[in-house]
């Protein structure tokens, strides 16, 4: 998995039957000291989370193991919202952190 | 997912059997900010999406968890048209605006 | 999928024994104008493609979607020998202007 | 599967159901020669990797190959924890020097 | 598929069961004209590949299409020792030159 900040979202009316209903988030990738990457991903959302947090997304045929999505055309999902991220002794995230 | 701007078609006579009555779109892959990439992908259309749309465009086996597409050899699909992007307080995309 | 130009091909004799039979082709990507990437992929081939010829080649799991392939160890196929190439008004690439 | 260095761990308290007790690691990825390269993969754990070991990550649908993880919506996952790495005559990585 | 040279093993104890037994190669990956890349895989091997033989890598799910291999959390296996690559008409590779 990658880790990714929620940046905005992605609306579309006219689209495949089975993606009704899913809230599809704009992430932007992260690298494991923090720093924003020009990568991004749009990926559906079941873990509810919103704007500025920090997540996990999973990509390929993983996105698909997820209650509702087996048979949704997705290749990209939010499976966590990430309370702390370590390296070494050094803490390189925390949510709490982020929203005091 | 990542985001597409239809750019042309792609024809073919000559192909896997499966594939025939397929529409296959050349999308040019935008980035978060709404700038062109260097990254193109040639995927079968089933939501009616045309030159200059902006799309959704998924990869891999999700190609194939659309009706009509499960024994397809298609590693990428259009899977939306897109309405909006918002990036934060930005609308980056609106597709009334891209026509007006 | 890709758009690809068959280059030639590759030998082999040791392999694994599913693989018998199989004609292995050395593809060059092309990008969307028609300029060649330093990117290749060697892809199983079903449609009869030569050398010279415009390809699309699919990846993934979609390589083994095409009849015979089912239990291959491959990871590319060429699907289609392309006609033309459209980007917008433009015809960036014609199988009969190739050859004549 | 790629060489990577076990460097931290992600917690998550948000987050899908199949994803409870599941040991995330934070790897940073190694080139052939030894070297670290900027690219990282947060995957599972179920070997018992330790900061500072080396270890082989599997990415994609192979992640789920691991008892436990068939239904899990996991993309990459540590499957070995390695003891030599030769490249040709030489010994790139031994993990008895690493820790003596 | 791509092209690679075999440049050395790495060897683990500490794995997941189903690897036991499992030979793993280090590939260097080699371009359409022969020249070494700067990327590597760690791949099963089946097909008795040694040491600066060229082979062909397949990675993904193909990995798991190889008798014996079908449960194993691999994305990557040699499935192919190559005998010659033509570009053109120029033979970029025979495994006889290799070796004389």
């Known amino acids: 998995m990658q880790i990714?900040?929620?940046r905005g979202t992605v609306v579309s009316t006219q689209k495949e039957p089975s993606l009704r209903g899913v809230?599809?988030?704009l992430l932007q990738l992260v690298d494991e000291e923090g720093n924003f990457l020009q990568k991004y991903e749009v990926a559906a959302d079941s873990v509810g989370a919103g704007v500025d947090e920090w997540v996990l997304v999973t990509r390929g045929s993983a996105a698909r193991q997820i209650l509702g999505n087996e048979q949704r055309p997705l290749d990209a999902a939010v499976v966590a919202i990430i309370d702390t991220i370590h390296l070494?002794?050094?803490?390189?995230?925390?949510k709490k952190d982020q929203y005091r």
Chains 1, 2, 3, 4, 5 share one sequence.
Do not use: P
Request: no cysteine; hydrophobic share 45%.
């Open 23 to 25: 809230k599809l988030l």
């Open 4 to 6: 990714a900040k929620v």
């Open 88 to 94: 070494e002794d050094r803490l390189i995230y925390s």
